[in-house]
Nanobody
Framework: QVQLVESGGGLVQAGGSLRLSCAAS????????MGWFRQAPGKEREFVAA????????NYADSVKGRFTIARDNAKNTMYLQMSSLIPEDTAVYYC???????????????????WGQGTQVTVSS
């Protein structure tokens, strides 16, 4: 089992940057595929980005490709989401999630993820 805690959210002007962090408990962080999802008011939770267990493979939603970068540091049990060129449409609660699948590839589906953080609010003003 793993516990996840997000941090780094806040209020930023359009065009600005933020870096989110997801700290994981336990000594098995490197066994998990990791992902970022977000949920805006009145909308369903949507995939943002995901990363393989060793960090060699990544996957992004089209809406953030070229603006967001996902990374992980297994020695620090931490995953990151560097967000640049932020737009108001990026406003949402951002969640990190862990997928314990032992086989397969990165998933863009929320149902594939077993563990979730509590979320951190990102607000982009125009």
């Amino acid at each position: 089992q793993v516990q996840l805690v997000e941090s780094g959210g806040g209020l930023v002007q359009a065009g600005g940057s933020l870096r989110l962090s997801c700290a994981a408990s336990g000594r098995t962080f490197s066994r998990y595929f990791m992902g970022w999802f977000r949920q805006a008011p009145g909308k369903e939770r949507e995939f943002v980005a995901a990363i393989s267990r060793k960090g060699g493979s990544t996957n992004y939603a089209d809406s953030v490709k070229g603006r967001f970068t996902i990374a992980r540091d297994n020695a620090k049990n931490t995953m990151y989401l560097q967000m640049s060129s932020l737009i108001p449409e990026d406003t949402a609660v951002y969640y990190c999630a862990a997928d314990s699948s032992q086989y397969g590839a990165i998933s863009r589906v929320a149902g594939s993820y077993d563990y979730w953080g509590q979320g951190t609010q990102v607000t982009v003003s125009s």
